[in-house]
């Protein structure tokens, strides 16, 4: 089994960065692809960005394409959400997850993913 933990979240101003870290331990070798997904109040989870572990291949949701970098560090066994140019609409919880899905077509929906962490609260303030 794999634990996650998000960390890096914050209160922000608009036109800010912030990079947030996802932190795996655990039985992190079987892991495929891990991802990014956030949770605003009275909103459904949803995708925001997407990568697989070994080739580092990314896959972002068309909102936060041009403002958001997904990466990974295997040493660290941990990924990272670099968001640029904050505004008040990512206002959010940040999770990260594992696919359930191993090989094939991308599945990035939250039905596809597990494990999830905890969440890290970003706030982007006008």
């Known amino acids: 089994q794999v634990r996650l933990v998000e960390s890096g979240g914050g209160l922000v101003q608009a036109g800010d960065s912030l990079r947030l870290s996802c932190a795996a331990s655990?039985?992190?070798?079987?892991?495929?692809?891990m991802g990014w997904f956030r949770q605003a109040p009275g909103n459904e989870r949803e995708f925001v960005a997407a990568i697989t572990w070994g080739s580092g291949n990314t896959y972002y949701a068309d909102s936060v394409k041009g403002r958001f970098t997904i990466s990974r560090d295997k040493d660290k066994n941990t990924v990272y959400l670099q968001i640029d140019s904050l505004k008040p609409g990512d206002t959010a919880v940040y999770y990260c997850?594992?696919?359930?899905?191993?090989?094939?077509?991308?599945?990035?929906?939250?039905?596809?993913?597990?494990?999830w962490g905890p969440g890290t609260q970003v706030t982007v303030s006008s």
């Open positions: 997850g594992i696919s359930l899905y191993i090989g094939g077509q991308p599945r990035l929906t939250e039905a596809d993913f597990g494990s």
């Open positions: 655990g039985r992190t070798f079987s892991t495929y692809r």
